[in-house]
């Protein structure tokens, strides 16, 4: 059986995420139901370099804190689904606010591209944006695009064959926090990963812990112990 690869896209509103999932699948979409949930995500079909892709338009969130069930499931999908490549979408006109959502991205995932879109639009403004220094800064592929116009498309695609092939390895930069932060984590991290082992990210769930959502690791339990019936 041919492996179908799996890319999620992820974005705050308005972002032109949608446009780029059009321009990516064609009229190859139908309307999915995620895994035993009542949620229906946007699913898209894309044939990259004789491999097979499956695409998902997750909902337009700011964060990634489930303070909503649109961030609920675009986080649950991100951590829980492990796609194969995480696209997240930025607003170039916008930058620095788009940024936190990448950030905390890169929390859970290390196969992430960020991918600037409206690039045309900062331009316009005379907004400069300089893709090599923030892949530097962020240990991850930095695509530069317009996919209402189609440009930087080719490059995106070529990036997300060699994330998904293993010819770009991804180090995504970690958020340092306060010394106190820290210190918590680390005191936590021993007993979250005696829980979730290799399969989630430690560090990502004890910070989700200091913020008190329990909800996350009772469901996490709930997978581990049916990932060993």
Same mark, same amino acid.
């Not at 290390?110 to 220094?133: F, H, Y």
């Not at 080719?154 to 092939?165: E, F, P, Q």
């Given at each position: 059986?041919? =492996?179908?690869?799996?890319?999620?896209?992820?974005? $705050?509103?308005?972002?032109? =995420?949608?446009?780029?999932? *059009?321009?990516?699948?064609?009229? #190859?979409?139908?309307?999915?139901?995620?895994?035993? =949930?009542?949620?229906?995500?946007?699913?898209?079909?894309?044939?990259?370099? *004789? =491999?097979?892709?499956?695409?998902?338009?997750?909902?337009?969130?700011?964060?990634?804190?489930? $303070?909503?069930?649109?961030?609920?499931?675009?986080?649950?999908?991100?951590?829980?689904?492990?796609?194969?490549?995480?696209?997240? %979408?930025?607003?170039?006109?916008?930058? &620095?606010? *788009?940024?936190?959502?990448?950030? @905390?991205?890169?929390?859970?995932?290390?196969?992430?591209?960020?991918?600037? *879109?409206?690039?045309? &639009?900062?331009?316009?403004? +005379?907004? #400069?944006?300089?893709?090599?220094?923030?892949? /530097?800064?962020?240990?991850?592929?930095?695509?530069? %695009?317009?996919?209402? !116009? #189609?440009?930087?498309?080719?490059?995106?695609?070529?990036?997300?064959?060699?994330?998904?092939? +293993?010819?770009? @390895?991804?180090?995504?930069? @970690?958020?340092?926090?306060? &010394? &106190?932060?820290?210190? #918590? %984590?680390?005191?936590?991290?021993?007993?979250?990963? /005696?829980?979730?082992? !290799?399969?989630?990210?430690?560090?990502?769930?004890?910070?989700?812990?200091?913020?008190?959502?329990?909800?996350?690791?009772? @469901?996490?339990?709930?997978?581990?112990?049916?990932?060993?019936?």
């Amino acid at each position: 059986m041919t =492996k179908l690869f799996r890319i999620a896209l992820a974005g $705050n509103p308005n972002t032109g =995420k949608s446009t780029l999932f *059009n321009l990516l699948t064609g009229l #190859k979409q139908h309307t999915g139901n995620w895994a035993g =949930k009542t949620v229906d995500l946007k699913v898209g079909s894309l044939v990259l370099k *004789n =491999k097979n892709y499956e695409m998902i338009d997750l909902p337009g969130t700011y964060s990634l804190f489930s $303070n909503s069930l649109d961030e609920k499931i675009a986080r649950d999908y991100i951590v829980f689904e492990k796609p194969d490549v995480t696209l997240v %979408i930025l607003d170039a006109t916008a930058l &620095e606010r *788009n940024m936190n959502l990448a950030l @905390q991205v890169m929390e859970i995932t290390d196969r992430i591209i960020i991918c600037i *879109n409206l690039i045309d &639009e900062a331009e316009k403004l +005379g907004i #400069k944006i300089n893709e090599k220094v923030l892949m /530097k800064r962020l240990g991850v592929p930095v695509i530069k %695009i317009s996919a209402r !116009n #189609k440009l930087g498309i080719a490059m995106l695609l070529d990036t997300i064959d060699r994330v998904v092939s +293993g010819t770009i @390895q991804c180090t995504p930069y @970690q958020m340092i926090y306060d &010394e &106190e932060t820290e210190q #918590k %984590i680390k005191s936590l991290l021993p007993s979250v990963q /005696k829980i979730s082992g !290799n399969q989630f990210p430690a560090r990502w769930l004890s910070l989700r812990l200091l913020d008190g959502d329990k909800d996350l690791l009772q @469901q996490i339990e709930k997978r581990i112990s049916k990932m060993e019936v």
